[in-house]
């Protein structure tokens, strides 16, 4: 059984997806690694991993959600082997309009991904908190805690933008999570200061483990990816 890890952030922009990409190139090195773009908003993964069209074809999660019950051998089919970096498969997200909410797929498609012969699934959940459409935050926050029961089965990326950090710190309360590993994302080093203040008086069942200014050349980085998958115990 593979060890799986939801990642996703509060609000677009918080780097989620490009973190969670860079996970798993660099983990790929040295074990079999599976990332599931379930960004039902429509997913970048592909756009970061930048494979060719001959390669992707028609694969996408989105072939399998007519499925009551997404099974493994349903998933396998739409994986791909990714050139160059031969341990790691991609199963490409919804590029045309929007998949389901967080809280309809995940119960579909949990117990095909614990039967993946893969050691290491990421799963790239975009925005589930604030996902268009969705009614209820608790309702996420508890399929959430169900598919990803521990801490280290959860990172969640923040963004210190000052205009929305308030909300997105009420997201994260209004869900309830049992916990999770935070990884701020950080333009301004005294709003991250003051972000983390705050979690650990509103959610103090979270840990801030990093936090990681923002930057366009986000792989080249002081802080990479095999630092962040140490610091968040994946390496």
Not at 17 to 41: F, N, P
Request: glycine letters at 8%; one cysteine or more; proline letters at 7%.
């Amino acid at each position: 059984m593979p060890r799986i890890v939801g990642c996703f952030g509060i609000r677009q922009g918080a780097g989620a997806t490009v973190r969670t990409v860079s996970l798993a190139w660099e983990l790929a090195k040295s074990r079999e690694v599976l990332l599931l773009d379930l960004d039902g908003a429509g997913g970048t993964v592909l756009d970061f991993l930048r494979l060719p069209p001959e390669d992707v074809g028609q694969r996408s999660i989105a072939n399998c959600f007519s499925l009551p019950q997404i099974p493994a051998d349903a998933l396998q089919e739409q994986a791909i082997r990714v050139r160059h970096r031969e341990q790691l498969r991609v199963i490409p997200g919804v590029r045309t309009g929007c998949g389901p909410t967080m809280n309809e797929i995940l119960p579909q498609i949990f117990r095909g991904l614990t039967e993946l012969p893969d050691d290491l699934v990421l799963v790239d959940m975009g925005v589930p908190l604030t996902y268009p459409g969705q009614r209820s935050i608790q309702g996420v926050g508890a399929v959430l805690n169900q598919a990803f029961p521990g801490m280290q089965d959860k990172i969640c990326y923040l963004w210190d933008d000052p205009l929305t950090l308030a909300l997105q710190i009420s997201h994260l309360r209004l869900a309830n999570l049992n916990a999770a590993q935070i990884v701020i994302t950080s333009q301004h080093k005294r709003l991250a200061a003051e972000a983390r203040r705050v979690l650990e008086i509103e959610a103090p069942d979270h840990v801030v483990k990093l936090e990681w200014p923002w930057s366009q050349e986000i792989w080249k980085q002081p802080l990479g990816a095999a630092a962040q998958a140490k610091v968040l115990g994946l390496s």
